[in-house]
């Protein structure tokens, strides 16, 4: 059975939020064109439909009204404002009526819980059906938030969260929803005290200081690249079919490529266990690309967190966005080399880029947009997620997940996720969205690396 809509809710803030509009930062403008982050969390419920409507569901409603009365700006709308003010012309918008509502689908599906939830490689539109989809842009208005909890009778719940990037980073999107759950857990008399509820959100965009105009600069970049012309046309030939799977680095397996960096000579790299994880996955997608090694050069982009880089540094329950584009590029003969030569290569240069901000992590700001753009021909990686987020510590009073994807990353390819392994003894998971035949040879590429650590 297909998964089918059972009910759809408007969910309002409880008390009832105050109107206002915040401007968007520098930070923020780069996503305006965009599309939501999209995270479906997988729970086991061995429950039916009409226990779901009459237990927990009244729970999960009335905790996502509590959410979303400290979290009121995903109520509203980010729109074009007349001013010409914050964010170069575009603001977000609330307006404490009835319009300030957030969508809760709920659903019914007659898939296969075990196989969604156990990470191997499955069909993406599989697991589009169980995340909600944000309504079409009105007027150059756009809605921020939805979500959606479908029920797999007897076996499991899906809690599927979509949140437009423009409204915030993964930072504040986890901390929405750790909120949620927070508040679903003592609606439900479950313990609060098992995972403590995280603070409140921190709403002030000011200190995000713009001294230099750049949220202006780059929407006058956008807005110049969509008048240079149409983009070039997409391959021919209907697009290839996805599937989503996720790969998992043990903690033993991180110490050993460590120790590999190390022992080769890196030494000085700052050799974290993300540097390492985002090293021997770029060496695996490069190694699937038949367009690889007709390229000289090799390109890696990932986002680092400014809140606490910035001078003064930014509470990091700050709502919004607060990343900066962190740029790495290798010869591609070195990224493709025998054994774990190309991990080395990698996890080298990509320490040197993390050290790197230390210089200044604003440095270069009027040119992060038009460099963006000027790599997509490249085919670089990307990294979606980071294991700091701890996306497997969001328990709405039915303990951790068996699951969590990040589907949002199947829209650039080239990009894969990244969080906490969910054993939780501090390996790191990778999620990766490729079509079949790609599959099958990343996941051969990343288990015989693994052998001859």
């Known amino acids: 059975m297909a998964t089918k809509v059972v009910d759809k809710l408007t969910v309002a803030a409880s008390p009832p939020a105050a109107a206002g509009v915040l401007p968007l930062t520098f930070f923020d403008v780069p996503w305006i064109f965009t599309g939501p982050v999209e995270r479906v969390f997988f729970y086991t419920y061995p429950h039916a439909v009409e226990h779901f409507a009459a237990h927990l569901l009244p729970s999960l409603a009335s905790s996502l009204s509590a959410a979303l009365h400290r979290f009121y700006p995903l109520l509203g709308r980010v729109r074009p404002c007349s001013s010409g003010g914050g ?41 589009y059906s169980l995340v909600p989809r944000l309504p079409r842009p009105e007027e150059g208005s756009s809605e921020l938030a939805a979500v959606q909890v479908t029920v797999f009778p007897g076996k499991g719940l899906a809690v599927g969260v979509s949140i437009h990037h423009v409204a915030c980073d993964d930072s504040s999107f986890m901390h929405f929803v750790k909120t949620w759950a927070a508040n679903c857990r003592v609606a439900s008399g479950g313990d609060v005290d098992a995972v403590p509820p995280p603070p409140p959100p921190f709403l002030d965009r000011g200190v995000v200081a713009d001294p230099d105009g750049l949220a202006a600069k780059t929407l006058d970049q956008m807005r110049q690249l969509a008048n240079s012309g149409p983009p070039p046309p997409p391959p021919s030939g209907p697009p290839p079919k996805l599937f989503m799977a996720s790969f998992t680095l043990t903690r033993d397996s991180i110490d050993k490529l460590k120790q590999r960096v190390t022992a ?9 266990a993300f540097t390492v994880a985002c090293a021997y996955a770029w060496t695996c997608l490069a190694r699937v690309d038949a367009t690889s090694a007709a390229r000289e050069r090799a390109h890696l982009l990932f986002s680092v967190e400014c809140r606490r880089r910035l001078t003064p540094p930014v509470p990091q329950e700050y709502l919004g966005n607060c990343l900066r584009p962190c740029f790495v590029e290798v010869d591609t003969a070195g990224l ?13 240069a990509i320490g040197a880029a993390i050290r790197g901000l230390d210089d200044g992590v ?55 996720s990244m969080a906490e392994a969910r054993d939780g003894h501090g390996g790191i998971e990778i999620g990766v969205a490729l079509p079949e035949a790609d599959m099958a040879r990343f996941s051969s590429c990343f288990a015989d690396g693994l052998k001859q650590l």
């Open 264 to 272: 080769s000579g890196g030494g000085g790299v700052h050799c974290s």
């Open 87 to 127: 964010g170069g012309g575009y603001e977000f918008c609330s307006t404490g009526g009835d319009a300030d509502r957030v969508e809760l689908t709920v659903a019914e599906s007659g898939d296969d819980f075990e196989e969604l939830a156990g990470g191997g490689p499955m069909d993406v539109g599989r697991l």
């Open 362 to 416: 604003l440095d270069g700001a009027d040119g992060w947009f038009q460099k963006i753009v000027s790599l997509m021909p490249h085919r670089p990686m990307s990294i979606g997620g980071s294991p700091r987020y701890g996306v497997y510590d969001t328990d709405f009073g039915l303990g951790r997940p068996a699951k969590v994807e990040l589907l949002s990353i199947d829209k650039t390819p080239g990009t894969v």
């Open 336 to 348: 493709l080399g025998s054994g774990a030569d190309g991990v080395v290569t990698a996890a080298v």
